[in-house]
């Protein structure tokens, strides 16, 4: 597939998905959000791709929803709603992706840009990072899952003060709160993502796609059935031949060969 407003690249088993919008900061146009998702749907088609790194660049992750766009559509509150509804379906589309995704984050990820990292299963931030919800100072809340996996990833209260203040935080800051797992040189984030993956393409595939299972689908859940999901997916993998082919390997001390089946 062409895309004209994302650049889509598959090496070695990852994805690397990368917002392509630079005259607009990567700002989230409909066509742009359109896009990325057709390539998570291309990844996740694909047996070969196995990571999924999303990234905006060295210079901008994404500076949020297109204002610009925006400010030229007219609706009924209704039919707001209902587009809301839609825009909350494409982040949770990512959320849910089968396959694990690294966000690699350099300069602004600000409003949905902010939104959209925090659907990421693993944050890599530059150290040009900032992050920020500031729609309460154009009269509106964070309405793409940001009051609602910001304060789950954080804790309610630091959560409400970055919503309420609609402030800008830097790296340091949001690896200090949680926000992101390391924050690395500008020159280096593709090399550590990339690394990262590496690493999780080493592990059995089903074993990361059930485990992610388990951790998405469980924090929505009460506690007692969480844990009985979490068994319903140990039960689904005790018999994969990666299972299998983990504990000969084990007992015969050698590396496992893992096929993903």
């Known amino acids: 597939m062409t895309y004209e407003t994302i650049l889509y690249e598959k090496r070695d088993g990852l994805a690397v998905i990368t917002l392509h919008r630079p005259e607009r900061m990567n700002a989230l146009s409909f066509q742009l959000k359109e896009e990325t998702a057709a390539a998570f749907d291309e990844a996740g088609r694909d047996d070969e791709v196995l990571v999924v790194v999303l990234t905006g660049g060295p210079k901008v992750f994404s500076a ?19 587009a809301q509804k839609q825009s909350a379906d ?43 919800l500031p729609e309460v100072k154009l009269g509106m809340i964070p309405a793409a899952g940001g009051t609602q996996r910001l304060p789950r990833l954080i804790g309610e209260a630091r959560a409400k003060e970055l919503i309420f203040t609609g402030e800008f935080i830097d790296a340091g800051e949001a690896w200090r709160i949680g926000l992101v797992n390391r924050v690395v040189p500008v020159e280096s984030l593709m090399d550590e993502a990339e690394a990262l993956a590496r690493k999780l393409m080493a592990n059995p595939p089903l074993s990361i796609r059930f485990a992610k299972r388990a951790v998405t ?39 496992p060969v893992f096929k993903g089946r």
């Open 64 to 82: 949020g929803a297109d204002i610009k766009e925006r400010s030229t559509v007219q609706m009924s509150q209704a039919r707001f709603y209902f």
């Open 90 to 132: 494409f982040y949770t589309r990512i959320e849910h992706f089968e396959k694990p995704v690294i966000g690699a984050i350099s300069g602004v990820a600000v409003g949905g840009g902010c939104e959209l990292a925090l659907v990421c299963d693993v944050r890599i931030a530059s150290e040009t990072a900032r992050f920020g």
């Open 217 to 255: 689908v469980g924090l929505q859940l009460d506690l007692a059935s969480a844990l009985d999901y979490e068994a319903h997916c140990a039960s689904l993998l005790y018999a994969s031949e990666d299972r299998q082919e983990g504990m000969r390997a084990f007992r015969e001390k050698r590396k």
